[in-house]
């Protein structure tokens, strides 16, 4: 039984994510959610026209008008979902390598499809997969195609406005190959600041996420140092996430960007619901930071469409994960890199400060050790007594002064084991000990 994991379906391109898989898909959109028209966006990836053709047929076979949008950043996508309240279908598999590929709907008006609505999304791909005799159709949808990047950067730009001077922010660009190729050089052009360098803006279909973007910093953190930049900014493949890196070469990650944007949020009295959401991976300096400024933090499974529903739960403008996935629920249904990183530029346009002081002054993080072990099924891997016997045993050692994760991943067969202690070489020690407990 098909079962979408915490992003959709993802898989390896042409092998377990095929055309057919795509066809069903788009039948099952195009039944579900009764919509006469669906927008379609995709990344860079070689697979990206081939799953686009299988689900706008798939579409169109039910009578459902497609609008395709052509690689757009998946921020963007959502945009049009929101604007046209029309659903939407992302072909992208975010940060996974080029032979990877992933497809995920949006309801109209952007947001993750509800449970149900997925469920009986599943459920009609299965029945088409498994039916012998092709259903008899009326009319045949039509095909459209649209370029939204130009309304995409103006609405971030109004997120933000224009009236601040930006013009002595130099800044770096890593895009990752990706998505954000679309639309980055452009948007950072308006925004005002100077770009004054852009890695990995060739797409080819295949070096999508390689050795670049959010995923792998180190090619970031050089071309700022060399040029003297005061902040580069790393997107991954469809741009839904960003890491940053300061004038010094540090590493800033969503964490940091949190911590640094509440005090500001409260300072012009937008915080909305006294709080933040994050996730179960979230660093433990987070939580002493929002501790201090007397800020809630409600903690949810890994996975944007927790956060969300988090912070639609507890009326929360502000929420997010460690990986760079940032929501501004006031400007955005979903993550959205490219808005996250013009927030932040906006931020140090506003302040007498370089971004390794801010960062450093807004959270203390904790060492943190993150160890991904590959196993056939990761659900059973991650819960048997050696495991569950090694976790007591780290407790113990830790006591109230770090803190242990182990968690079965939704898209990837691993097992991830999470550590944070008083030192690295601590966080290490017990990490190690935890994952040599994971048996195939």
């Known amino acids: ?39 379609i966006g995709r990344d860079t990836r070689e697979s990206g026209p081939m799953l686009v053709a299988g689900v706008a047929a798939g579409l169109m076979s039910v009578g459902v008008d497609v609008v395709d949008l052509g690689v757009a950043p998946t921020g ?19 940060h996974n390598p080029y032979f990877d590929n992933g497809l995920k709907v949006f309801a109209a008006g952007g947001r993750k499809l509800s449970e149900d609505d997925q469920r009986s999304v599943e459920d009609a791909i299965e029945a088409f997969i498994h039916l012998e005799q092709p259903k008899a159709n009326s009319p045949i949808g039509t095909l459209s195609v649209e370029d939204i990047s130009s309304h995409y950067r103006q609405h971030i730009l109004a997120s933000i406005g224009t009236n601040e001077d930006r013009s002595d922010l130099r800044v770096v660009l890593d895009l990752a190959n990706g998505a954000a190729t679309s639309v980055a050089r452009g948007l ?10 852009i890695l990995s803006d060739t797409p080819s279909g295949r070096n999508i996420n390689e050795n670049c973007g959010s995923t792998n910093i180190e090619p970031l953190r050089r071309a700022v140092l060399q040029s003297r930049a ?41 915080l909305k619901g006294g709080g933040i959401a994050a996730t179960v991976m979230s660093n433990l300096g987070l939580h002493r930071a929002m501790e201090g400024l007397g800020v809630s933090m409600i903690v949810t499974p890994v996975g944007d469409r927790f956060v969300l529903d988090a912070m639609e739960a507890n009326g929360l403008c502000l929420g997010g994960e460690q990986s760079g996935h940032i929501i501004f629920s006031d400007y955005a249904t979903t993550g959205d890199g490219l808005l996250t990183g013009s927030m932040l530029l906006d931020l140090l346009a506003r302040s007498d400060s370089k971004l390794s002081t801010i960062s450093q002054n807004a959270m203390t993080k904790y060492p943190q050790v993150l160890i991904s072990v590959t196993v056939r099924d990761p659900q059973r891997a991650s819960s048997t007594d050696r495991v569950c016997e090694a976790i007591e045993r780290a407790k113990d050692i830790l006591g109230d002064s770090g803190r242990i994760l182990l968690r079965a991943s939704g898209t990837e067969p691993v097992v991830r084991v999470m550590v944070e202690a008083e030192s690295q070489d601590l966080a290490q020690s017990i990490a190690q000990s935890i994952a040599d407990s994971i048996e195939e």
Do not use: C, H, K, W
Not at 78 to 92: D, E, K, M, N, T
């Open 188 to 197: 950072f052009e308006e925004l005002g600041v100077r770009v004054v360098g």
């Open 76 to 94: 963007a996508i959502a945009f049009a979902s929101s604007i046209y309240r029309l659903p939407a279908v992302v072909v992208s598999a975010s």
């Open 230 to 270: 005061d902040v580069g900014l790393a997107f991954d493949g469809d741009a839904d996430r960003v890491i940053a890196v300061s004038e010094t070469g540090e590493v800033v990650d969503g964490d940091q960007l949190m911590a640094m944007f509440v005090p500001d949020l409260i300072d012009g009295g937008r």
């Open 1 to 39: 039984m098909l079962r979408f994991g915490t992003d959709g379906i993802r898989g390896r391109a042409n092998e377990t994510l095929t055309v057919s898989l795509a066809l069903a898909l788009g039948v099952g959109v195009g039944e579900v959610l009764g919509a006469d028209r669906v927008i």
